[in-house]
């Protein structure tokens, strides 16, 4: 899918804290803006939550929300409210890779459900760490950091993930829309 160039408007930069802030506030401050698009950066909780009040107090905008968010807690959260919203997925909930679906299986008999991206980021961390260590022959951090970078590439349970020169990790982004309360992808 290719983006298309547009010209967009920042009409309001609110950061929130679900735990202090005044919902009613931030809701009254986006209607007031008349945003068409809103980006939500937050937990799947606090997505579904600020959707919704949205929602209630009238808006029809298009949302969209980060990785974080991208949770069974904003379907299960969200209701009719999140239909449409588009999200940014760090990993692919539809692989047939068989290293991943043995994972997923094996999550849903330990935990009675899919893995989440905490647990599959958790498992493929460790991977890239115990390769490293290997490697390295140490547990010295130093040296396990640049055989991380000296490597270079790891094959994870869905895809590559590649490690630059600085040490930032480079991996495919999946787009998906919330639709009959699921996600799917939009590729």
Known sequence: ??????????????PFNSKEDDYDEIVAQVIENGAKEIVILASGVD???????LRLAGSDALFYANAWATTRDLLENGGKAIEGTRVLGLYDIASEKP???????NMIDKF?????FAQIFGYEALK????????????????????????GKFELLQQEIEFDKFGDAHRDYFIYVIEDGQYKSME
């Open 1 to 14: 899918m290719k983006a298309k160039k547009t010209s967009l408007n920042l009409v309001l930069d609110k």
């Open 128 to 151: 890239v760490l115990k390769k490293a260590i290997e490697t390295a022959d140490s547990f010295e951090v130093n040296k396990v950091k640049q055989t991380i970078i000296d490597i």
């Open 99 to 105: 290293e991943y679906l043995e994972f997923q299986a």
């Open 47 to 53: 997505t579904a939550d600020l959707i919704q009040r």
């Open 112 to 116: 009675g459900s899919d893995p989440t």
